[in-house]
């Protein structure tokens, strides 16, 4: 037999088997650190929504709460707000604000998302009474009013028209984030709360987001 097939045969067996682990443990480290930039948490996460990438500031407004406090872009800063347009006296307000509650009740799993979401209404309607009716049904629940050019310049910023096209219609919700109030997600009407409430905690999750909205 040759010499150099008798030093082949002849290698110790403990670095070859040492070379053959480290190659293995390489291979899963790259095949890993690949899966981690193409999957991992940098990746924005898959909604049944429509997200907005880049997410949009909204512009500045003034509306009016229940209790004749003015309201503006600040006050949405630093919070998680859905945000809905519809009038109040039509069958699709009711159902605006009993779809708003129902999200917010789905993320009772995640009360400390459910603790810092807000669920804003805005309605060109001029019924006070009956918009803190609809306020007592959730504490997160805000309703504003103010004058309807005023309402209808922040909902086209948004990229809708208001109230619905008839007042039976669920009006689209909004999800408004960051320490700038930025639109980063739109729910359209035929999505169900369940998903909403899905939507918004896998945002909530995402890095991305979720050091902008606690950037205080």
């Known amino acids: 037999m040759p010499a150099a097939a008798n030093r082949r045969r002849n290698r110790p067996l403990l670095p070859r088997l040492i070379m053959a682990v480290a190659a293995v443990g390489l291979f899963v480290l790259g095949y890993q650190w690949g899966n981690q930039i193409q999957f991992g948490k940098d990746r924005a996460p898959a909604i049944d929504g429509v997200m907005i990438r880049p997410a949009v500031p909204l512009p500045d407004f003034v509306l009016t709460t229940t209790s004749g ?10 919070r998680w707000t859905l945000m809905a347009f519809t009038s109040l006296g039509g069958a699709g307000g009711h159902r605006s604000v009993a779809r708003l509650i129902e999200v917010y009740n789905r993320l009772a799993d995640a009360p400390d998302l459910q603790r810092r979401l807000s669920l804003t209404l805005i309605s060109p309607d001029s019924a006070p009474a009956l918009a803190r009716d609809f306020e007592r049904l959730s504490p997160a629940i805000t309703i504003l009013g103010g004058d309807a050019q005023e309402i209808r310049r922040l909902a086209q910023a948004l990229g809708t028209d ?50 902008d909205a606690d950037n205080r």
């Open 69 to 78: 406090e003015s309201f503006g872009r600040p006050d949405l800063a630093d």
């Open 162 to 211: 208001t109230p619905a096209s008839t007042p039976q219609d669920l009006p689209p919700l909004f999800l408004i984030t960051g320490a700038n109030a930025r639109l980063v997600a739109l729910f359209p009407p035929a999505q169900s709360p369940a998903r909403i409430a899905a939507d918004v905690a896998a945002l909530a999750a995402w890095p991305d987001l979720s050091a």
